[in-house]
């Protein structure tokens, strides 16, 4: 579990910055009034979440029951099981 923790830990740096560079595109096409409909904002209706290995879906736990908790339906993908077969 714990180095589930720290491998999830150590992807944020990435995370955080992939977000900014989004952001920051996203901001920028509104301003350029560039007409997409993916860039159209909508709710959210349902997330899917992969891991890799079963420990990772529990540093994730909170985060999922708290979609739950909203209504938003959460598919969860592990492919641990199916390279056991």
């Known amino acids: 579990m714990r180095r589930a ?9 990435f995370s955080e910055t992939l ?3 989004l952001g920051g595109l996203v901001q ?3 301003k ?3 007409d997409s409909p993916l860039m159209t904002e909508r709710p959210v209706k ?6 890799l290995h079963t420990g990772y879906i ?3 736990r ?3 029951e708290c979609l ?4 938003i339906f959460v598919e969860v993908l592990c492919s641990e099981s199916t390279q056991n077969k």
């Open 32 to 34: 350029d009034n560039f």
């Open 46 to 51: 349902k997330v899917r979440c992969l891991s």
């Open 58 to 60: 529990f540093v994730y």
């Open 19 to 21: 977000q900014k560079v």
């Open 68 to 71: 739950l908790v909203v209504n």
């Open 62 to 64: 909170t985060e999922i």
């Open 28 to 30: 920028r096409l509104k």
């Open 5 to 13: 923790q720290d491998a999830v830990l150590k992807t944020r740096p």
